[in-house]
């Protein structure tokens, strides 16, 4: 058993403090936040053991790991500082937002023997999860050829959640550029696919809603990419594309990353509200083993500081193709997210610092998940030239 500091304890942040609060091998939760009362709220609605002043303070304190839920382009150098203070540590996406310090997770991960885990959902998408299992079996045969789609338009939610976590200065920051938030994308990709990214072209669409978001003029990141396609080359021949859309007329609240794989002998195609699995002679509908059931109603209490248009990425409960049996009896009929993906999340991280395992979005996964979509945004910004994506190879 180990404690827990929570770092950030905005929006996301509450949904994985409940399922820690009562998994059996984590002891203490404490939490801060740049906003006090946020963090007192926090500790106050999960019976946590009590707030901190600051993250120097967590990390000056004996609190075994912390889990990090701030803004998204922070990650990198907290990750880092946690970890040569020796905790382990669980980071939200993405991983980082430049080679360097991805580089430096990778150093001080190997350097000090500590856990490192990302959490991304589309490692647990069931469309994810369905793929994998056929890879194993070679139902596939080979696979040459897929597609990943995070489209999450700016009006469902993103302009809420931004607000919410910007302050007054949040368009300078809701103008994060959508390829340096790849792994939604990526990992579903990957996740099934045993390969990894070695080159990209990339294309970035100029917003031109002109309301402030998008505008390089205000944004902190120079970002006026809305929306943005990658293609990438793998190792060991064939491709796989990605969609990182911001405006786009599409219901991500009904999935918000979607799947297809394409292989020799078989492949997987996912829209919004149909999931089908194909030969050459057949196509099967398994849009109900892939759908997960729901746990919680949108309107519950304990979303009240989710914002409306997220609220169904924090309701789903687990899919027919998830396979539950390793989770913790706790976690049974407990509000789960992200179409399924959330309790096996908290359980890696819990698993992986209890037994000294290597989680399953390690840091050398989460690097091949990251990295491919920071090279793409600057193919983007070159006008789609081709580059190198460099590789810190796999898992020792």
Do not use: C
């Amino acid at each position: 058993m180990f404690s827990l500091g929570i770092v950030g304890a905005g929006q996301f942040a509450g949904q994985f403090v409940k399922l820690w609060r009562l998994h059996p091998g984590v002891g203490d939760i404490f939490v801060i936040d740049l906003v006090p009362e946020r963090a007192a709220r926090l500790a106050a609605d999960h019976d946590l053991a009590g707030t901190l002043p600051s993250y120097e303070a967590m990390l000056e304190s004996d609190v075994d790991a912390v889990a990090i839920f701030t803004q998204r382009w922070t990650h990198g150098p907290l990750v880092v500082q946690a970890l040569r203070a020796g905790k382990h540590v669980y980071s939200s996406v993405p991983m980082a937002v430049t080679e360097g310090e991805i580089a430096a997770i990778i150093d001080a991960v190997r350097d000090t023997g500590l856990t490192y885990m990302m959490g991304e959902t589309s490692h647990y998408n069931p469309a994810t999860v369905y793929a994998r299992d056929k890879v194993a079996q070679g139902a596939f045969g080979r696979l040459f050829y897929a597609e990943g789609d995070y489209v999450h338009d700016m009006d469902l939610g993103f302009y809420d959640a931004y607000r919410y976590s910007g302050g007054e200065n949040w368009k300078a920051t809701a103008s994060y550029p959508p390829l340096l938030y790849p792994t939604h994308s990526i990992g579903g990709v990957l996740g099934a696919w045993q390969t990894y990214a070695t080159s990209v072209s990339a294309i970035g669409v100029i917003d031109d809603r002109g309301d402030g978001v998008f505008d390089k003029t205000l944004s902190q990141f120079g970002n006026d990419f809305s929306n943005a396609t990658a293609l990438f080359e793998v190792a060991g021949g064939g491709a796989f594309r990605i969609n990182e859309f911001r405006r786009v007329g599409y219901p991500s609240h009904l999935r918000e990353s979607r799947f297809r794989f394409f292989g020799t002998e078989a492949s997987l195609e996912q829209l919004a509200t149909v999931s089908v699995w194909q030969d050459r002679e057949n196509a099967a509908d398994i849009t109900e083993l892939l759908r997960p059931k729901p746990t919680l109603s949108p309107d519950d209490p304990s979303l009240e500081h989710v914002a409306p248009a997220l609220r169904d990425a924090f309701t789903s409960g687990s899919a027919p193709v998830h396979d539950r049996s390793r989770l913790p009896k706790e976690f049974a009929n407990v509000s789960n997210g992200h179409e399924g993906s959330h309790h096996f999340l908290a359980d890696d991280f819990v698993t992986a610092v209890n037994s000294g395992s290597l989680p399953p979005v390690n840091a050398w996964v989460a690097a091949r998940y990251t990295l491919p979509g920071v090279i793409a945004h600057e193919s983007a910004l070159k006008g789609g030239v081709r580059l190198e994506i460099p590789d810190f190879g796999g898992a020792p």
